[in-house]
């Protein structure tokens, strides 16, 4: 590069770097809560020094579309802003809030406010709290913020592109007229989707979510570290929790905890939806039980002390409390019940045991019975099904009373008038039944016993019991393979006719000494044969056919287990014992 061509090169450089600064350079609107003025921050940029006029840069040319609009007016939104016609604490951006609000502020809690972080440029909503004035203001800007991605979206062609909409199907007769569209895509591209933007959104959640109100999120009081309540802990959606903990209270000052008080836990919303207080039952001292009407609910007082002689006794506290929320299939809580239980509290009950729970119920659904939850319920039906093809789940009929069924006794004992006569067999119930058939000439052995076969094993005998009474049709190697056994005479070349079905159901208790469970551990069944009578001319023979089933428990003796003491492992100092050794 000669001499000449230096000082260009220079001017080249001062015009890029005129221009970059030309293009980083913002006025933004400053705005002071409580003055009357609105200001724009000067700006002083340096004039171009070059001979030639100045060249535009590529970035800052006029593109041939037109720039993305805001969807959102970002100095109108405000994500802090969580109580209606209340201002929210430290939120700078709720327009509920005063001059006198923001003076007691002690920072702002969402400074920055932008809308979408994909376009090249967009406003950005700043606030901020000025504590040298006296009092303490809010500081309002909105600037121009510049994305520095290279991926950046300088223009927008397709309008509808900025929500999401449902797209619109194609038909035979609409495909004419996208294949005529100059881009292929643009269908729909004159369509205004501003009434779509503008319509409230609802909260939808999704699993493990906290669950949030109108001030923060719904509070489920649970112990952490040891047992006292935690009353910071969040409710979590679609997490049940049933949690007991114990709480330190004075009964000379029991009126002034909240967390004692009916309201605690019925005051909040969720994202606009009340907690309606649906049943509330009291306790006395000696454990009775009342609970009161409709009428009744509304005159609840807030606890109190009262004095019996030397006893002080403090009423309308908290016992338990349980939250019912219903949702939708999107995810959005739709309501919320409580359910509460209150009593009174003496010095004895000093530190209180409270219980707190919360489940979930989605809107429209049917629960699906159970026979247990997780052991055997006696009385209740066995869970079984089968396994069409190797790797697939259990298929299971939806009567369940009739997935493993036994032959079902009448008045007429008659076999051959009792098909499709079933009784299903339920946990922990021995049953026999049976049935008397007549046989005649007319009738042939091989006839008789298919007949005899479909009659005691029923329609679709299943090939697998579930252990327990709540266990999954997916999990397939939990269930337990019911084995079948056939036991024939041992006459030869003779027809054998099934006449007894024998099912034996052996179970164990799962689980802790002070709540077992039932668990299914084998099947049995087995299928006797005899040989076929003969019958002479004319004469008939009675022949009976019986089926039971039996529940054996075969439970080891329980024995109660004990963890070993626990070793220190842990080496002294070698001066540990100076100067004594």
């Given at each position: 590069m000669g001499p000449r061509a230096l000082p260009r090169f220079l001017l080249v450089l001062l015009d890029c770097w005129a221009s970059v600064n030309a293009q980083a350079g913002t006025t933004p609107v400053v705005t002071t809560e409580g003055l009357n003025s609105t200001k724009p921050v000067p700006t002083t940029l340096r004039p171009v020094l070059s001979s030639k006029p100045p060249e535009i840069p590529r970035a800052s040319r006029p593109f041939s579309g037109p720039r993305p609009a805001p969807v959102t007016d970002v100095a109108a939104l405000c994500v802090c802003d969580l109580s209606p016609a209340q201002c929210d604490v430290n939120c700078c951006c709720d327009p509920d809030c005063s001059s006198v609000d923001f003076s007691v502020f002690s920072a702002c809690s969402i400074p920055v406010v932008t809308g979408d972080s994909h376009f090249c440029s967009q406003k950005a909503a700043v606030y901020s709290l000025n504590f040298t004035a006296d009092p303490p203001q809010r500081v309002f800007k909105l600037v121009d913020q510049i994305n520095p991605s290279i991926f950046c979206v300088h223009i927008i062609n397709y309008k509808p592109a900025l929500s999401f909409i449902n797209p619109e199907v194609t038909d035979e007769s609409s495909f004419d007229k996208l294949m005529k569209a100059p881009d292929g895509f643009a269908l729909n591209a004159g369509s205004d989707v501003s009434t779509r933007l503008d319509a409230p959104q609802t909260a939808k959640y999704e699993y493990g979510v906290h669950l949030q109100t109108s001030d923060s999120f719904l509070r489920f009081p649970s112990p952490l570290t040891s047992s006292l309540c935690t009353d910071n802990n969040p409710a979590a959606f679609l997490v049940n929790q049933a949690v007991k903990c114990t709480r330190r209270i004075n009964l000379e000052h029991c009126e002034e905890m909240e967390t004692l008080s009916m309201a605690y836990y019925s005051s909040p919303k969720i994202l606009?939806?009340?907690?309606?207080?649906?049943?509330?039952?009291?306790?006395?001292?000696?454990?009775?039980?009342?609970?009161?009407?409709?009428?009744?609910?509304?005159?609840?007082?807030?606890?109190?002390?009262?004095?019996?002689?030397?006893?002080?006794?403090?009423?309308?506290?908290?016992?338990?409390?349980?939250?019912?929320?219903?949702?939708?299939?999107?995810?959005?809580?739709?309501?919320a019940d409580l359910f509460l239980l209150l009593g009174a509290v003496s010095s004895a009950m000093v530190p209180l045991q409270q219980k707190f729970e919360i489940y979930f119920i989605q809107q429209n659904a049917k629960p699906v019975p159970l026979s247990g939850n997780p052991?055997?319920?006696?009385?209740?039906?066995?869970?079984?099904?089968?396994?069409?093809?190797?790797?697939?789940?259990?298929?299971?009929?939806?009567?369940?009373?009739?997935?493993?069924?036994?032959?079902?006794?009448?008045?007429?004992?008659?076999?051959?008038?009792?098909?499709?006569?079933?009784?299903?067999?339920?946990?922990?119930?021995?049953?026999?039944?049976?049935?008397?058939?007549?046989?005649?000439?007319?009738?042939?052995?091989?006839?008789?016993?298919?007949?005899?076969?479909?009659?005691?094993?029923?329609?679709?005998?299943?090939?697998?019991?579930?252990?327990?009474?709540?266990?999954?049709?997916?999990?397939?190697?939990?269930?337990?393979?019911?084995?079948?056994?056939?036991?024939?005479?041992?006459?030869?070349?003779?027809?054998?006719?099934?006449?007894?079905?024998?099912?034996?159901?052996?179970?164990?208790?799962?689980?802790?000494?002070?709540?077992?469970q039932a668990k299914i551990v084998n099947v049995t069944a087995n299928l006797i044969s005899s040989s076929f009578p003969e019958t002479n001319s004319g004469n008939e023979r009675t022949i009976l056919i019986s089926t039971a089933v039996t529940f054996v428990d075969v439970s080891a003796p329980a024995e109660a287990g004990f963890r070993a003491r626990p070793t220190i492992n842990a080496r002294l100092p070698f001066n540990f014992f100076f100067p004594f050794v």
């Open positions: 606009r939806v009340p907690i309606t207080v649906q049943s509330i039952i009291i306790r006395s001292l000696n454990k009775t039980l009342t609970r009161l009407e409709d009428t009744e609910i509304l005159r609840v007082s807030k606890q109190g002390v009262l004095e019996a002689g030397h006893i002080k006794i403090c009423t309308n506290v908290v016992l338990e409390v349980t939250y019912s929320l219903t949702y939708t299939d999107a995810g959005e809580v739709i309501k052991g055997y319920v006696v009385g209740l039906p066995l869970v079984a099904g089968f396994q069409p093809q190797k790797g697939s789940g259990i298929i299971q009929t939806t009567n369940r009373y009739g997935q493993l069924t036994l032959l079902r006794s009448t008045t007429e004992q008659d076999c051959l008038a009792v098909e499709g006569i079933r009784a299903p067999v339920l946990f922990g119930y021995n049953m026999q039944s049976g049935c008397k058939l007549r046989l005649t000439k007319a009738l042939t052995c091989r006839l008789v016993a298919q007949k005899m076969k479909s009659l005691l094993k029923g329609q679709g005998f299943p090939d697998y019991v579930a252990p327990f009474g709540n266990s999954q049709a997916q999990d397939v190697l939990d269930w337990v393979p019911v084995y079948f056994i056939t036991q024939t005479s041992h006459v030869k070349d003779s027809c054998q006719l099934p006449v007894a079905l024998m099912v034996e159901v052996k179970w164990t208790k799962y689980g802790s000494l002070l709540n077992p």
